[in-house]
């Protein structure tokens, strides 16, 4: 008999945020490793790093604590280019803003 184990391709969550002053962009946020073991301890990163990672094909997802220590996984995060700029989003809106949900802001 072949066996065959699935690996789960490493992605990445992001489980808070914070904006600019204006509150239009995301400063910075926590951001997990999420693999094989689980998601991982989170780290702060830039926004740069995630706009980076998005146009490395790296995909990224909104993660939000679920019950018992466990993580619920949400949207994926995806980049949305209004009038010539870069936004982070979880839908196609048209608004000239960061919007990947309902995060908790550090």
């Known amino acids: 008999m072949l066996w065959r184990f ?12 914070r904006y600019d002053k204006h509150h239009i962009s995301i400063d910075s946020a926590i951001q997990h490793l999420i693999d094989d073991d689980g998601v991982h301890e989170g780290k702060l990163v830039t926004r740069k790093d995630i706009v980076s990672n998005l146009y490395s094909r790296i995909m990224c997802k909104v993660i939000i604590p679920g019950p018992n220590n466990t993580w ?10 209004i009038h010539g700029t870069d936004y982070l989003k979880t839908d196609s809106n048209s608004i000239p803003c960061d919007k990947i949900g309902n995060l908790p802001e550090f």
């Open 72 to 81: 619920d996984y949400g949207a994926n995060i995806k980049i949305v280019i």
């Open 6 to 17: 699935f690996h789960i391709t490493p992605y990445l969550g992001i489980s808070k945020v």
